[in-house]
């Protein structure tokens, strides 16, 4: 874990057992101040005839709870046989065969190749709210941080797009430092939950086959306010010959004049095996930053039969 505390002071925290280091290459979002997006957001979907880059001005009318998906919450239509599913059509079984002719109609819609959502929608959908960020972020990193997102977002802040994110297996992550302000800021999210990419025929990280093809964010929402400098990447390679650990740090740094820091290193082991060692350097908070750790004599070497592992 990579932590950096109010005064810039950069600090490592790495465990390992015997041979084994780990070290996290994500700042801890848990050690900053937080501004919470869960709650009410104003919502529309894309039916509405007005240009993407026009949608940030306009007032929704109707609201949903995130994080949540439109379909749990009303939103979109009741699922009939004309319905035009992710994954393709629906069984020629299910289509053609005459015992389920009554499962047919739409008064009695039911099916059997996938879970059936009360409501289905899969187009782009609008999503947006108001934020008040108090004179504490000021100087500050601020990242606005979405869990769980399918598929594709695109963030609009005050007016200005921030970007835009296709991970299906990851966060998605936004630095609107340059955009938001102290005081009112209005956040506008774009979230697409159609064939965004062709992946396929079935294609189960999307689609209905292993969960409904829901448009929305159900995990994690906020804005962080972190330190100006901070480690995009972290990689630690180990030198049992040498007895060391060679740490490559890739430095994100938003400070306009760079300045030389104090890193702390910290390598606990796990257990009983040797002592906990730190170690401080002076480094210039440049792109890359290359330390060589020395582990000193004592080093418990990796055994399959250890205790520890």
Not at 74 to 88: A, D, H, M, R, V
Not at 149 to 154: C, K
Not at 214 to 234: K, R
């Amino acid at each position: 874990m990579i932590l950096i505390d109010n005064n810039d002071t950069i600090l490592i925290m790495k465990r390992y057992i015997l041979l084994l280091l780990l070290l996290s290459p994500v700042v801890a979002y848990c050690q900053h101040l937080k501004f919470n997006l869960a709650g009410e957001w104003m919502v529309a979907l894309d039916t509405v005839k007005v240009a993407p880059e026009k949608m940030c001005n306009v007032d929704f009318e109707d609201k949903i709870n995130l994080p949540g998906s439109l379909h749990t919450q009303g939103y979109g239509t009741k699922p009939t046989i004309k319905t035009k599913w992710l994954s393709g059509e629906l069984s020629p079984m299910w289509r053609e065969l005459p015992m389920y002719e009554k499962y047919r109609s739409d008064d009695n819609f039911k099916i059997f190749d996938f879970l059936l959502p009360s409501y289905h929608y899969a187009s782009r959908a609008w999503y947006t709210r108001n934020l008040t960020l108090t004179e504490s972020v000021e100087n500050k990193r601020l990242m606005l941080f979405l869990e769980r997102v399918h598929w594709q977002s695109v963030l609009y802040v005050n007016g200005k797009m921030v970007g835009s994110n296709l991970g299906l297996g990851t966060s998605h992550e936004y630095d609107i430092t340059d955009y938001a302000k102290v005081g009112e800021n209005r956040i506008t999210l774009s979230i697409d939950n159609s064939s965004v990419v062709d992946v396929g025929k079935i294609p189960h990280s999307l689609s209905e086959q292993t969960m409904t093809a829901w448009n929305g964010v159900l995990g994690d929402m906020y804005v962080a306010a972190t330190a100006n400098v901070w480690f995009d990447d972290v990689q630690i390679f180990p030198d049992v010959d040498m007895q060391k650990v060679d740490v490559v740090a890739v430095v994100g740094n938003k400070n306009k004049n760079p300045k030389e820091e104090k890193i702390k290193i910290e390598i606990e082991p796990r257990g009983d095996f040797g002592k906990k060692i730190t170690k401080y350097y002076k480094v210039d908070l440049t792109d890359t930053i290359r330390l060589s750790v020395d582990m000193g004599d004592n080093i418990a070497l990796w055994d399959e039969f250890s205790p520890s592992l």
